[in-house]
């Protein structure tokens, strides 16, 4: 086809390609989903249709781009790690990030019935999205480290913040008010002796968030599976055979000593 005179302009474009050889991880995070999930009457701190919502979406994440060898998430994120060697789009920035986070969201709205039966959507849910490359895989781990002790530090806030409000009738700012300035080991005591909660008994999808990985091609089977909290309930068939949701601890050595696959 013959060039129209203005065919100039894309010339105009910027070169965004990801540096060769790194980790590409793409981060979502929900747009104010502080109100969303008012709006939405999400159960406070942790509702399990939200994050078995999140993780459907994430998984046809996974199920279109193969390239992707584990997602990370909690509350309102999720993060997507490439294979250090991918040429997905030629490794273009903004193509990765912008089809990542629209088929991402676009699933959370396709599967949202699926999850919310007796609660309507009320309006169109956005995620943010970014790129990081990582150049070693120290540093990848360190980042997964960082978002998986985040999930547990919030968790460890908010279920003492929302006990004190559920149970104690504490107001949202007396609740705040009597966490303020309080370490670890104080909201552990408070929910132990004032809540009978041993926090480390607390279901493991809250405290460690959710995996994403793939099942390894020889297993056939979906056992890996039946390490998640959402494979229990009757919403299992809703879940992909060919990834495994685990709800595991991924900043020791544990983990990638069992899957030295995912890092190669
Ligand atoms: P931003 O647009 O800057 O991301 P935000 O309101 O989404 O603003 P976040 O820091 O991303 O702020 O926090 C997400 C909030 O969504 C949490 O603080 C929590 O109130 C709520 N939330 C997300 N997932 C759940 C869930 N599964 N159950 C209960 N609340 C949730
Ligand atoms: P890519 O993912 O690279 O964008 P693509 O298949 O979306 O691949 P485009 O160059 O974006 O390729 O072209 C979009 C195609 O979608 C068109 O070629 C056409 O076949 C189809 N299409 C889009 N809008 C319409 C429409 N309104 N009516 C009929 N066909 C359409
Ligand atoms: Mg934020
Ligand atoms: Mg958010
Ligand atoms: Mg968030
Ligand atoms: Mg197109």
Redesign the pocket.
């Known amino acids: 086809m013959a060039k129209s005179k203005f065919e100039y302009v894309k010339t105009f474009e910027i070169e965004d390609r990801c540096l060769p050889g790194c980790w590409i991880v793409v981060r979502i ?7 969303f ?1 008012d709006v939405h009457h ?6 399990e249709r ?2 078995g919502l999140m993780s459907r979406a994430a998984q046809k994440v996974l199920e279109d781009f193969k390239d992707v060898v584990l997602a990370y998430g909690q ?3 999720f993060s997507f790690v490439f294979k250090k060697d991918t040429s997905v789009y030629n490794r273009r920035n903004s193509k990765i990030v912008t089809n990542v986070v629209s088929l991402f969201t676009s699933a959370f709205v396709l599967y949202w019935p699926r999850f919310f039966s007796t609660q309507d959507l009320q309006y169109p849910p956005s995620f943010d999205g970014r790129v990081v490359l990582y150049p070693n895989d120290e540093i990848l781990r360190d980042y997964l480290s960082w978002r998986q002790a985040d999930c547990h530090i919030n968790n460890l806030y908010n279920t003492v913040f929302w006990k004190l409000v559920q149970d104690k009738g504490l107001t949202p700012a007396q609740s705040q008010q009597r966490l303020k300035g309080t370490l670890s080991s104080d909201k552990n005591e408070i929910l132990y002796s004032e809540f009978d909660i041993n926090y480390n008994t607390l279901p493991e999808l809250y405290r460690k968030g959710t995996v994403l990985i793939r099942n390894k091609e020889t297993d056939g089977s979906n056992e890996a599976r039946s390490k998640s909290s959402f494979s229990n309930s009757h919403k299992s068939n809703l879940f992909s055979p060919r990834i495994s949701v685990l709800h595991v601890d991924i900043i020791g050595e544990s983990f990638w000593r069992e899957h030295p696959e995912i890092l190669n």
């Open positions: 995070d929900g747009k104010s989903f502080h109100r999930s999400f159960v406070k701190p942790n509702d939200a994050l509350s309102d994120e």
